[in-house]
């Protein structure tokens, strides 16, 4: 498959302002499913809305041939995103040539690739349609190097192809043909086809196969003639080879009664050839079913409703340029194209004359890029591999001298960023030689060197050693051939992470991990086996090199267990492996002690009773779905949590189903207090019993608990009632494992700790995920948002931001009550921009109710030199929120690069791009949106020299901050609706103010070769931000008496409406103060005060580590969102 890289072209190419696809579909009867998508008659039909102006997030062409181009490209539009391939041929150039691929024989069916590699061809592209379930016979024509194989089916008469004066054409072909009999001559009805017109005579040739032949019709017969002569009739039509001096006649009903009239021994000749739109002879041929473009117009009745993957050929007006596309489609990442956006593709490309091909999984391209021996799949085909078909159409490229003309150098590993690497480490390169028409060449002795080489240099195998930070070439040499390509080097290596956070393996099983590499910035890279250290227990498992830069585990000790060590340079990281699992019964559901039930909203009917089980009783969970169209509720509950034994890995029950569709859920509890939501079925579409399971997600704190197993029904249109029977609920967990000691996060340093907003820097505030609702005025979430509204007020910021979920439901009171919450608590002191989250359209299913109060779903302005672009996340993406805000984004970004008086952008959408917790539920559903984003705000960075960027985000109900690509992502926390997270970790109550530096000198961000290169900036953030706890009171652990030289921990403890307590550090903005004799720092100023004789005590505000230096009485405060609390200590 085709590896895209995203591209960096920040301001050039990257956003389509015209209507690529039309808005509106044009009058007139549409050409719909009547006409196939596949040859597949069973693949499903997707349907779309309007697509309106589309992105271009990638494109990418290669040359891979004399006068051949290979373009991959990504897009995105309101309809979803489209991957495809667009190869332009240059059938002028007499180094290239076209062709039919097939098999050998009609009725067979390979891969484009296979084809491709036995005729020699370079490229190729799927075919016609065909018989897919029976004879594979195509169903149009099929010219070969002007020699005609079969003809057309039915109406299956278009059909594209080359003529011999090489000019590429789209036209009709018939079969024009006579069947010369002792009784006279009769018309050929059919050549090779899978079947015989009514009434009709067909010729089968050796080039058929082995397949039946047609018996269809009320009567059939059949004529074998061998050189000009009948050897055999029968009533039975027969299948198996045909012999090179053998053709066989199969005449239907009529045309079965004439053949009936010969004998053994009498002479029979045909005669016959296509019949073309046209006075020119083609050289190959293939058939289609829909004109995409004719004359270089979009017919105005193509379908525009319905996608699916697609394959076209088309040509240029003089017929000299050949075009072949093919769209990925049924698949996340590419939703597939209707005729209507087809057709606009190729016209695109330069196609005069267009036509549709088989699509659906026959969809397939395959090129041979320059150096490589062979043509390989650069598609991505809907059924996971190559499907086989019974034709093609080859791109041929003529022998070159097979001299050594240049080079592909490429990194051996395939990675998005394989050609980064830290300083200090290593990069392995290969160079693979091709010759002028892009044949591979062996090659030996290749020279390598890179340039500039202060910041790398080779050896002579290729591997590259980073020296320091900056860009460089890696350049292969063979006397005058050479390539290149890019090198960067990024800052310092600062953390490393595995692909996976746990392995657990069954034995005869195995799994492959990697380990990256990332700067302070966020900046990453795969990082290489021979730069690594590995350190594990061999009799458990053997771990093995790969050359994409991977490892396979082996397991080797059944019940084994034990923790991969990696280090690179001074990091380190642990990877436990557990091999096999065991089954053990949690619950067998005998009756309801320890079980209750409950349910939400409150309309929703709800009971549990005890009835027959699969095995003895279990619990039957009843359930009303029909009162309410808000998403409702009925949860089986462990009352108290269940223990979950060791390590669990993965949950399931028996579940008796009622069909009803509902999602079936579980809610499971760490060792922190972490609840995750976890999927038993996305429906329960099924009747009487069956198992299902689910997996524990990686970074849960053990020991774990199970809180709750229910339905839930988030379609306000399906209205129900049922019941589920629950029996035999078992977990599976892996040998016990020893603990590793964890890495401790650094606390990043937009996050003020011991420190407030510097003086002079302008305010804004940011408030979400209170989730109140107007039926519970006095609810503690209520009580909450007012609190922190009015602490808010108090600090005067200059506006702020409501980033999603202020209500819980989407109710017209509930909004009505928010605007009087607000109103009152807020007033006119600054201006308010609220912008929706999920909850926002809760229960109603629209933001119909939230525009009629608020008015704006999204906010785009600039404040004292910094751009604000706040976007609507309510449905999980931002396409499918409103398409039109991130065709506004990229232009506001492109503006902002280049606005001298924008210094920073700042970015808020609800929903974060990556999600702080493991579970990953709260982070935007379109991981391709999420990334578009990241790429988009980095790239901005770049290209304005070093502009402030900052994205900010709720929702997930736990505060972060992680630097991606060299962009802070801040997940601010809730503010009334309670943690997903662990108290320990950010899940706390809290608003965040944030300080921005009205007159920033940008830092090192004008990529990532120059992450760790000297900054003129003043070393500090040009934003901040100060998280504020909502806090009842605080508490502070230390001793009341110390002695001399003795160092103890001292903490604090921040206590929290509903009894919720956490440490009282970051990610909290707090500051620590002690007496006039007490320093507190950390670093060596911290080590300077030791030595200084000045204090009684130090204390570092990181670690938390009191260290008493003389005897006498002290005292430290500790302040957080203005409360404070102060503790005297005595030193002995």
């Known amino acids: 498959m085709l590896n895209r890289k995203w591209l960096s072209s920040f301001l050039v190419g990257l956003l389509i302002v015209s209507s690529f696809f039309p808005v509106v579909q044009a009058e007139g009867n549409p050409i719909s499913n009547s006409r196939s998508a596949s040859s597949n008659k069973s693949e499903p039909i997707v349907t779309v809305g309007p697509a309106g102006e589309t992105l271009l997030a990638n494109e990418e062409t290669t040359q891979i ?41 009609i009725t067979d069916a390979k891969p484009v690739s296979e084809m491709a590699k036995q005729s020699g061809a370079v490229a190729g592209v799927n075919g016609d349609f065909f018989d897919i379930n029976n004879t594979k016979a195509p169903s149009g024509t099929m010219i070969q190097s002007g020699r005609l194989l079969k003809g057309p089916q039915g109406s299956h008469t278009l059909t594209a192809g080359v003529d011999e004066q090489g000019i590429g054409k789209i036209m009709n072909i018939f079969l024009q043909g006579t069947v010369q009999l002792p009784t006279g001559e009769h018309e050929l009805a059919a050549l090779n086809q899978s079947s015989v017109p009514a009434g009709g005579i067909g010729l089968y040739t050796s080039v058929w196969g082995q397949a039946q032949r047609p018996n269809s019709g009320e009567s059939v017969y059949e004529v074998v003639v061998q050189d000009g002569v009948v050897v055999a009739v029968s009533n039975q039509v027969g299948d198996g080879v045909i012999e090179e001096d053998t053709f066989i006649l199969v005449g239907r009903d009529a045309g079965a009664e004439v053949l009936r009239e010969l004998s053994v021994g009498d002479e029979v000749s045909v005669s016959y050839a296509p019949h073309v739109d046209g006075d020119y002879l083609m050289n190959f041929a293939v058939g289609g079913n829909v004109k995409l473009v004719e004359n270089g117009t979009v017919p105005a009745n193509l379908d525009d409703s319905t996608t699916a993957p697609r394959s076209a050929v088309g040509f240029s007006e003089d017929g000299q340029t050949m075009i072949l596309a093919v769209v ?364 299902v399971e689910t997996t524990i997600p ?131 002191a600054f201006p308010i921009y609220y912008t929706p989250g999920n909850h926002e359209i809760v229960g109603s299913g629209s933001l119909d109710n939230f525009l009629d109060v608020f008015g704006e779903n999204r906010y785009s302005f600039d404040h004292k030199g910094t751009r604000f672009v706040l976007l609507d996340s309510s449905t999980g993406s931002f396409r499918t929120s409103d398409f039109d805000q991130l065709i506004e984004l990229k232009e506001s970004l492109n503006d902002a690069a280049t606005d001298p008086l924008i210094k920073n952008v700042v970015v808020f959408g609800h929903h974060p791009t990556r999600d702080p917790l493991p579970t990953n539920n709260s982070q935007l559903s379109d991981r391709k949106e999420a990334k578009l984003l990241e790429n988009w705000l980095t790239e901005f960075r770049e290209a304005s020299n070093g502009k402030g960027a900052i994205y900010i985000s709720g929702h997930a109900h736990n505060i972060g901050l992680e630097r991606v690509e060299g962009v802070p992502y801040m997940v601010t926390g809730s503010a009334g609706k309670a943690p997903y997270g662990s108290p320990g970790n950010g899940g706390f109550y809290a608003w965040t103010m944030f300080g921005v530096d009205p007159t920033p000198i940008p830092e090192h961000a004008f990529g990532p070769d120059q992450a760790a290169a000297p900054s003129n900036a003043r070393g500090k953030e040009w934003i901040q931000a100060e998280v504020k706890p909502i806090l009842e009171s605080i508490t502070i652990d230390a001793p009341e008496h110390l002695t001399v030289g003795e160092t103890v921990e001292v903490s604090a403890v921040g206590h929290q409406a509903g009894n919720l307590d956490f440490p009282l550090s970051y990610p909290a903005s707090v500051i620590w103060q002690g007496s006039d004799d007490v320093f507190v720092g950390a670093g060596d100023a911290l080590e300077r005060a030791k030595k200084s004789n000045k204090y009684r005590a130090v204390y570092n505000f990181l670690t938390g580590e009191l260290t008493a230096l003389r005897s006498g009485g002290i005292s430290l405060k500790v302040i957080a969102n203005n409360e404070e609390v102060e503790q005297e200590i005595i030193i002995d």
Do not use: C
Request: charged content about 25%; hydrophobic content about 35%.
């Open 698 to 828: 990686d970074g849960i704190q053990y020991p774990a608990k199970l809180w709750r197993i229910y339905p839930v029904e988030t379609n306000r249109n399906n209205q129900y009632t049922g019941q589920l029977i629950f029996d035999d609920l078992t977990v599976k967990v892996p040998p016990e494992i020893e603990d590793s000691e964890a890495k401790a996060s650094t606390p990043d340093p937009i996050i003020a700790q011991n420190a407030v907003i510097e003086e002079g820097r302008w305010k804004f505030a940011v408030l979400n995920d209170t989730q109140f609702v107007a039926l519970s005025p006095n609810s503690q979430q209520v009580q909450m948002a007012r609190e922190a509204l009015q602490q808010i007020v108090a600090e005067e910021p200059e506006f702020l931001v409501i980033n999603g979920d202020l209500v819980d439901t989407a109710w017209e009171e509930d909004f009505e009550f928010a605007k009087q919450v607000l109103e009152e608590e807020v007033g006119d």
């Open 65 to 105: 041939g004399p006068g051949i181009e290979l373009t991959g490209f990504e897009r995105f539009d309101a309809r979803g995103w489209l991957n495809g391939e667009v190869m332009t041929v240059d059938l002028a150039n007499d180094a290239v040539s076209t062709d039919l691929l097939f098999p050998g024989v």
């Open 328 to 691: 990925d489609g049924r698949q996340t990442d590419s939703r597939g194209m209707t005729f209507k956006e087809l057709g606009e593709l190729m016209k695109e490309y330069g196609a005069y004359q267009a036509l549709n091909i088989d699509g659906g999984g026959s969809s397939t391209m395959v090129a041979r890029m320059p150096g490589e021996a062979d043509a390989e799949v650069v598609n991505n085909p809907s059924d996971g591999s190559e499907r086989h078909v019974p034709n093609g159409i080859g791109i041929f490229a003529e022998a070159g001298s097979g001299e050594l003309t240049s080079f592909a150098v490429e990194t051996v590993l395939e990675d998005e960023y394989s050609t980064r690497v830290f300083p200090g480490l290593s990069r392995s390169f290969v160079g693979k030689g091709h010759d002028e028409n892009y044949a591979p060449v062996d090659v030996e002795g290749v020279s390598w060197r890179a340039l500039p080489a202060d910041v790398g240099s080779f050896d002579e195998n290729g591997i590259f050693y980073a020296k320091k930070s900056g860009s460089a070439v890696a350049q292969a040499q063979i006397q005058s051939a050479k390539g290149t390509l890019d090198i960067t080097v990024l800052g310092e290596l600062d953390r490393i992470e595995a692909s996976q956070s746990y392995i657990g393996l069954e034995m005869g099983s195995t799994t492959s991990f990697s380990v990256n590499g990332y700067d302070k910035d966020g900046y990453t890279a795969r990082i290489e086996a021979r730069d690594m250290e590995l350190e594990y227990d061999r009799t458990v498992i053997s771990v093995e090199d790969n050359q994409d830069g991977s490892f396979t585990v082996v397991p080797e000790q059944d019940g084994g267990s034990t923790t991969i060590k990696v280090t690179v340079q001074d990091e380190v990281i642990h990877l436990p492996v557990t091999v096999g699992l065991t089954t053990v019964e949690i619950s067998d559901f005998e009756n309801t002690d320890g079980w209750s039930f409950t349910k939400y909203p409150s309309e929703v009917g709800a009971s549990m009773e005890v009835v027959d089980g699969r095995n003895g009783n279990g619990i039957q969970l009843n359930y009303d779905f029909s009162t309410t169209t808000a998403t409702r509720a009925a949860y089986l509950q462990a009352s108290p949590l269940m223990d979950l034994p060791g390590d669990v890995q993965k949950l399931g029950l028996w579940v008796h189903g009622d069909g009803n569709g509902a999602w079936l859920r579980t809610v499971i509890e760490d060792a922190t207090g972490t609840r995750y939501t976890l999927t038993l079925a996305n429906q329960v579409n099924w009747t009487g019993w069956k198992y």
